[in-house]
């Protein structure tokens, strides 16, 4: 069986979409082919973005899917989860670069209608992580290669530890996003990768509020950029330092 594919154009700069996709509950034949535009033109995805399918489901559970990226299409098999409770999901296309930068694009809605014979066994509505399982897989590997020293490249890794960096709401620089921060952390040098780690709850956190920080060493002074709206809260966020010789 093919799957059925719902083309989809969605205007970067719209904040909520009239499209809607309609389907029965618990069909996985689906397939969202997302094109996105900018003011009316084709937007180009550059090879190295990754997209996310984000949603809220009518009970509340959320969605947090990888995409696919085929010739500027974002392409998003529809699962189980995304359509197994009646109702609206309202959902976004999040796309990422390889720096981090994060484009959202409008809300759009799927609307899940109740089949006229439902098995007996029910699936149970969750939440699903798929793109964040993937993440923290690749992180796992990357620490492996780390450890056995079989990282590619012409760099080196010459140590790896861990620390903490705490980000202050009343310290965020700027008027319009990205906002910045500079920030202390002990034993940084102008080779230091420095990667945050924040904690599966704080990836949900930051997934509601539609946020993302990137990091930047500049001969060794750290800035953390965050992305989106500027936070709110104080957020204490683990840190990896990776020493780099080249």
């Known amino acids: 069986m093919e799957y059925i594919d719902h083309k989809i154009i969605l205007d970067v700069h719209e904040m909520v979409s009239p499209v809607t996709v309609s389907m029965k509950r618990r069909e996985t034949g689906r397939r969202l082919m997302i094109h996105l535009a900018d003011r009316g033109y084709p937007y180009h995805i ?27 299409v974002i392409i998003y098999n ?15 296309i999040q796309i990422y670069n390889a720096d981090g930068l994060l ?6 809605d799927i609307v899940v ?7 007996e066994t029910e699936v149970e509505s969750t939440s699903e992580f798929s793109a964040l399982t993937r993440l923290i897989a690749e992180v796992q590997e990357l620490k492996k290669e ?3 020293g079989t990282s590619s490249g012409s760099s080196s890794v010459t140590s790896v530890t861990i620390s903490e960096v705490t980000l202050l709401a009343a310290k965020w620089v700027g008027t319009d996003s990205p906002y910045s921060q500079v920030v202390s ?20 956190i930051f997934h509601d509020k539609d946020l993302a920080f990137v990091t930047e060493n500049d001969d060794g002074v750290v800035t953390v950029y965050a992305i989106g709206d500027k936070p ?6 683990q840190v990896s330092i ?5």
């Open 78 to 92: 529809v699962t189980e989860q995304t359509s197994c409770v009646a109702g609206l999901v309202s959902c976004e």
């Open 103 to 108: 484009l959202t694009s409008p809300v759009f």
């Open 146 to 148: 780390i450890g056995s």
């Open 46 to 72: 550059d090879d190295e973005c990754y997209a996310v399918f984000t949603a809220t489901k009518p009970d509340g559970k959320v969605i947090y899917n990888e995409c696919t990226i085929d010739d500027c």
């Open 185 to 204: 952390i002990n034993g940084i040098t102008e080779r230091s990768l420095v990667t945050l780690q924040p904690s599966v709850e704080q990836l949900n």
């Open 113 to 119: 209608e109740d089949t006229i014979y439902d098995e």
């Open 242 to 246: 990776t020493e780099v010789s080249v």
């Open 232 to 237: 709110q809260n104080d957020y204490t966020i």
